[in-house]
């Protein structure tokens, strides 16, 4: 059988330091594949104008898997500012080409999961009632919808006749902003649509179903976001009744649960919400199993086959900079692992999971951020894992 062949995004920062590590875990575990370079990022927005060539999408098209490490983003203006000189004044608007990937190729599912490893020293502990330590064994899987709401790119400011008049026609508009001057206006639409919502719940729903969860938790807004959040919990509870009986739909505004989950977070499997507030969400949850150095990700089209698998954090340019890269390399190597079980290669990432989990749990190689160590260039010398040191003990587990 012809191996398979993988895209790998490098991107910016830290991104090519945490790829690279997460090549070496799944080699190692017996994974064989070719992989092609994909050009995206920052560099590329600096010198041709576009962090997201049409090069890039064609590859993935050809292929359909892509492993995608970090990207950088900035504000309109200081992107405008890092432009070649020979781009600048042409009109170009810098957007996020992972945004851009979600969009282009319908990667409207994003699947993030965050599960308590045993032995992390950042995992959440609470006190209980006879006031001891407890901590809770979380395993939550957050479903988001990946190219609608506030990340649709769909937005004015100082807006033109046409948008403005259109707007006008809104009472609330009208009464609330009509006499705001038309050049101090910077306005976002949240749009949601009748069939990406029920993709994403019907994902949501049918992996509660698959995997034993009794709930299915829509967390949103509708008191107060009456039509899109409205929408999707009408929808939620319709598709509930119809189709999956057996499961609990809950509902939780974005505000409370963002308290709830550090009060009880055992109690959420199955999360699911429009693209902003599952953002903000699956974070908080991160937060409750070590950080973003354990937060991974899928996003992917069932249609097409296409699939991206990337870790959540950022890109980390200061970090970037040091001679030895200190940052945690498992939420990559778990990202890898969602790719696997993407194209059934379950055995595989069963295998990486418990190295993972074996090398957590034996204490003994930690990154600085599991040491609870301030990210700096010393945090190697002083008893901190680097990327590397942290890949390698996965390997050697396996």
Not at 73 to 89: G, H, M, R
Request: hydrophobic share 35%; charged share 25%.
């Amino acid at each position: 059988m012809a191996k398979r062949t993988i895209v790998k995004l490098p991107g910016d920062g830290i991104g090519r330091n945490v790829l690279e590590a997460a090549i070496r875990v799944l080699e190692a575990a017996g994974f064989e594949a070719d992989y092609v370079e994909g050009d995206i990022g920052w560099e590329f927005w600096k010198k041709e104008g576009n962090p997201l060539p049409e090069r890039t999408t064609d590859l993935i098209e050809k292929h359909k898997i892509a492993l995608f490490g970090a990207i950088t983003s900035k504000p309109k203006d200081e992107a405008t500012e890092e432009l070649a000189p020979e781009l600048q004044n042409k009109g170009l608007v810098y957007s996020s080409p992972i945004v851009g990937l979600r969009q282009h190729f319908g990667l409207d599912i994003c699947q993030r999961p965050c599960r308590t490893y045993k032995g992390n020293p950042l995992n959440f502990i609470r006190r209980g009632a006879d006031g001891k330590i407890e901590e809770p064994q979380i395993n939550t899987v957050i479903f988001r919808q990946n190219t609608e709401g506030l990340y649709g790119g769909v937005e004015w400011s100082n807006p033109d006749d046409q948008v403005y008049n259109a707007l006008m026609t809104h009472p609330k508009f009208k009464k609330n902003f009509g006499k705001t001057p038309r050049e101090e206006l910077a306005i976002s639409t949240r749009i949601f649509t009748k069939k990406a919502t029920e993709r994403i719940l019907r994902a949501a729903f049918e992996y509660a179903k698959e995997f034993g969860f009794e709930s299915v938790t829509v967390c949103e807004k509708p008191n107060v976001i009456r039509e899109t959040s409205g929408m999707m919990y009408k929808m939620a509870l319709e598709m509930q009744k119809k189709d999956y009986p057996d499961i609990w739909v809950k509902n939780t505004n974005i505000d409370a649960q963002m308290m709830w989950m550090t009060k009880n977070p055992e109690d959420y499997g199955v999360l699911v919400a429009g693209n902003m507030f599952v953002d903000i969400a699956s974070d908080g949850f991160a937060g409750l199993i070590g950080g973003l150095g354990f937060a991974c990700s899928a996003q992917f089209n069932p249609d097409s086959g296409i699939g991206v698998f990337e870790p959540t954090h950022g890109s980390a340019p200061k970090y970037a900079e040091y001679n030895t890269s200190i940052v945690n390399s498992i939420a990559m190597i778990e990202s890898a692992c969602m790719m696997l079980d993407y194209i059934k290669e379950y055995d595989t990432a069963k295998k990486i999971r418990k190295a993972i989990a074996t090398v957590i749990e034996e204490g003994k190689v930690r990154t600085y951020d599991m040491l609870k160590m301030r990210g700096k260039p010393d945090v190697v010398e002083k008893g901190a894992a680097s990327t590397d040191q942290m890949a390698d003990e996965i390997i050697a587990k396996l």
